[in-house]
């Protein structure tokens, strides 16, 4: 079992720039993939951005180049360093990663998600 927890989204001007996180918590071997996926209104959720536990890492076409994922293995977090923000990134983000049970089966969870919004 494991929880995501995202914080950090919030209204910001086009341009700017939001810094998200996701803590991980629960009772598992070890986190595989780490990632961000984001859902706006009336369309499909799609990735952002991911990261291995060896830190490869792995962009939208959208978003590279101004967003940078980051994860912190010790704390069990992910962070999501968005710059140069623009209206088309408003959506809910919400953190995503594959679990590694005490069983060695892999589970994928998902966090509640957290809302950026990007005004023009």
């Known amino acids: 079992q494991a929880q995501l927890v995202e914080s950090g989204g919030g209204l910001v001007e086009a341009g700017g720039s939001l810094r998200l996180s996701c803590a991980a918590s629960g009772t598992f071997s070890s986190i595989n993939r780490m990632g961000w996926y984001r859902q706006a209104p009336g369309k499909q959720r799609e990735l952002v951005a991911t990261?291995?536990?060896?830190?490869?890492?792995n962009y939208a076409d959208s978003v590279k180049g101004r967003f940078t994922i980051s994860r912190d293995n010790a704390k069990i977090t992910v962070n999501l360093q968005m710059s140069s923000l623009e209206p088309e990134d408003t959506a809910v983000y919400l953190c995503n990663a594959m679990v590694v049970g005490r069983l060695g089966f892999t589970t994928m969870y998902w966090g509640q998600g957290t809302q950026v919004t990007v005004s023009s």
């Open positions: 990261i291995t536990s060896g830190g490869s890492t």
